[in-house]
């Protein structure tokens, strides 16, 4: 991804769009044959929620100490000139949210164009996600309430709950400060490592759970197939429905319930 200038603009909400495009060629995909920038700036005035929806292409949101505004980059990728015209970035204050939205051009055939972010906020913003395709990495945020299409995810030093509804992809939790909740997998494994709080999977359809170092309860009421490795749960350990794969657990100080074979 090639890194772009923030706009420093001072207003509540902005969106700048670059009116060149540079030709991608070698072993770059077709659908990224043509490439241009996007940014915007938002100024935050208090606000604590950062809502992104997003099509195709990867999301990384990382949360900057004394940082007073939101700050987006944005390349976006398609295979014509026409087509990357047409990729749009908007973003702005509504109410007490700042909104960032990304807008693609649909495609009847062959590659689908794709924008991918970079987000910087406060520290102190909690992230709402709802997400079509391409990874996501989010950093160092107050929480995070994600709707994914497909991609892997990986949250991080994240100091307030989580809360996961993932269709496919890899799904990696590290080091939280306050209760994480899966609330529908369909493919993929789950890593969570480190949480202060509980940890809930709902239900997981597919993909090895394995889950380490949590201080509070770990409860998975609905798994698929898959394996199940569970270490160092200060709490309780809790599995109500299991398909298939099998399940251990290590260093759990609560009590332990899980289905009989």
Same mark, same amino acid.
Request: charged share 25%.
């Given at each position: 991804?090639? *890194?772009?200038?923030?706009?420093?603009?001072?207003?509540?909400?902005?969106?700048?769009?670059?009116?060149?495009?540079?030709?991608?060629?070698?072993?770059? #995909?077709?659908?990224?044959?043509?490439?241009?920038?996007?940014?915007?700036?938002?100024?935050?005035?208090? %606000?604590?929620?950062?809502?992104?929806? #997003?099509?195709?292409?990867?999301?990384?949101?990382?949360?900057?100490?004394?940082?007073?505004?939101?700050?987006?980059?944005?390349?976006?990728?398609?295979? /014509?000139?026409?087509?990357?015209?047409?990729?749009?970035?908007?973003?702005? $204050?509504?109410?007490?949210?700042?909104?960032?939205?990304?807008?693609?051009?649909?495609?009847?055939?062959?590659?689908?164009?794709?924008?991918?972010?970079?987000?910087?906020?406060?520290?102190? *913003?909690?992230?709402?996600?709802?997400?079509? /395709? &391409?990874?996501?990495?989010?950093?160092?945020?107050?929480?995070?309430?994600?709707? @994914?299409?497909?991609?892997?995810?990986?949250?991080?030093?994240?100091? &307030?709950?989580?809360?996961? %509804?993932?269709?496919?992809?890899?799904?990696?939790?590290?080091?939280?400060?306050?209760?994480?909740?899966? $609330?529908? @997998?369909?493919? &993929?494994?789950?890593? !969570?490592?480190?949480?202060?709080?509980? +940890?809930?999977?709902?239900?997981?359809?597919?993909?090895?759970?394995? !889950?380490?170092?949590?201080?509070?309860?770990?409860?998975? @009421?609905?798994? =698929?197939?898959?394996?199940? @490795? +569970?270490? %160092?749960?200060?709490?309780?350990? %809790? +599995?109500?429905?299991?398909?298939?794969?099998?399940?251990?657990?290590?260093?759990?100080? =609560?009590?332990?319930?899980?289905?009989?074979?």
């Amino acid at each position: 991804m090639k *890194m772009i200038k923030y706009g420093l603009l001072a207003v509540a909400a902005a969106w700048i769009l670059s009116g060149c495009s540079v030709e991608v060629s070698g072993s770059i #995909a077709d659908n990224c044959k043509f490439q241009q920038d996007r940014s915007a700036t938002v100024a935050v005035d208090g %606000t604590k929620t950062l809502s992104v929806i #997003a099509g195709a292409g990867s999301l990384r949101i990382e949360g900057r100490p004394g940082l007073g505004e939101v700050r987006v980059q944005g390349t976006a990728c398609a295979s /014509s000139e026409n087509l990357v015209n047409r990729i749009d970035l908007r973003a702005e $204050k509504v109410g007490d949210v700042v909104r960032v939205e990304t807008i693609l051009p649909s495609v009847s055939f062959g590659n689908s164009p794709t924008l991918d972010l970079i987000i910087e906020v406060p520290e102190s *913003m909690a992230a709402r996600i709802d997400d079509a /395709s &391409g990874e996501i990495q989010v950093l160092r945020i107050a929480g995070v309430d994600v709707e @994914d299409g497909s991609g892997s995810m990986e949250l991080v030093e994240i100091a &307030g709950p989580i809360r996961i %509804t993932d269709d496919s992809g890899d799904v990696e939790v590290r080091d939280v400060s306050g209760n994480v909740v899966v $609330k529908d @997998d369909g493919s &993929g494994s789950i890593r !969570i490592d480190g949480v202060k709080g509980d +940890v809930q999977i709902d239900r997981d359809n597919s993909g090895d759970i394995d !889950i380490t170092d949590v201080t509070g309860n770990v409860i998975i @009421d609905e798994d =698929g197939s898959g394996s199940i @490795d +569970v270490d %160092t749960v200060q709490g309780d350990f %809790t +599995v109500r429905r299991d398909g298939s794969g099998s399940i251990q657990y290590r260093n759990v100080s =609560g009590h332990t319930s899980i289905p009989k074979d």
